[in-house]
């Protein structure tokens, strides 16, 4: 949809404004010492987070976009010009299992889970949910090398999710549509499982300074709902005269990069060491 790419957008203004703020990257990391690996449980890790744009991510924030047409959503209009914004709220959190350190290595457990509702809240009659995304799986498993504190190349990082839900939910009044408009597909539920694969160079891993941040990842689909990412209910969801054609896809990549740096903070070093003065 064509809020996605607003949102995105916006999500990567916050990304070059909010994320080299002092402290908005800080998760605390283990001791360094080995003694006890009992240590790490349940502490957070500062590394392998999601990026402050990504588009669908298990943290709290709020995206605006626009729609071309909002009749589709809501039964009562008719204008097919942007009128208002529409509202993506993200409500999320990566829950910490393990995080320590040991010297240049850093190793971290943790699950993400997440709801996104897509909503036009600005309609003055029903302010309608236009859509529900549910994720959640886990646990992500993360690895990182320390290789400077102050050059150009930081650190590199591996994480591996090896199974992941996603699942999308239509709102009330999109269906309804589309069922009293007797419209040969009425929903398609989108359902699938994936693992993923992500490495990153220059994770911001808790730094307050300048960093450029890279990140590579593939999402390989593991399940098959009739029609590979999604399923229908024939004589319910779509008419006995309609076919859809099997998607064979399992393959998903994507490209990532984020900055951050630090801009008018007199009592804090570009290596993140506070002045004595």
């Not at 996603?166 to 040969?184: Q, S, V, W």
């Not at 009425?186 to 990153?200: A, C, G, P």
């Not at 808790?206 to 999604?230: A, I, K, Q, Y």
């Amino acid at each position: 949809m064509h809020i996605r790419e607003l949102s995105f957008i916006l999500s990567g203004a916050c990304a070059m404004l909010g994320a080299g703020l002092p402290g908005a990257a800080c998760a605390a990391e283990s001791a360094e010492s080995a003694d006890d690996w009992t240590a790490g449980l349940l502490e957070t890790a500062a590394f392998a987070r999601p990026s402050v744009a990504e588009i669908h991510s298990p943290q709290l924030k709020v995206e605006l976009g626009y729609s071309k047409s909002y009749s589709e959503f809501n039964l009562t209009e008719e204008t097919e010009k942007f009128d208002r914004p529409i509202v993506e709220a993200h409500i999320g959190a990566v829950l910490p299992l393990y995080a320590r350190r040991w010297g240049e290595w850093s190793f971290g457990a943790m699950l993400p889970i997440s709801v996104h509702v897509l909503e036009d809240m600005f309609d003055p009659v029903t302010a309608p949910v236009i859509n529900t995304d549910y994720r959640f799986g886990g646990p992500r498993f993360a690895v990182m090398r320390h290789l400077s504190d102050t050059g150009f190349v930081r650190n590199f990082s591996v994480s591996w999710l090896p199974w992941f839900h996603e699942c999308t939910h239509l709102g009330d009044e999109i269906t309804l549509y589309r069922k009293d408009a007797d419209l040969p597909i009425t929903r398609i539920n989108v359902s699938y499982e994936f693992t993923d694969l992500q490495l990153t160079l220059n994770d911001p891993a808790g730094l307050t300074d300048t960093v450029h941040s890279f990140r590579g990842g593939l999402s390989v689909r593991m399940s098959d709902r009739e029609l590979g990412w999604f399923g229908v209910r024939e004589s319910v969801e779509i008419d006995d005269e309609t076919h859809l054609e099997h998607s064979d896809e399992r393959l998903e990549y994507y490209l990532q990069y984020q900055f951050q740096g630090l801009i008018g903070y007199p009592w804090v070093k570009t290596d993140g060491a506070e002045r004595a003065g």
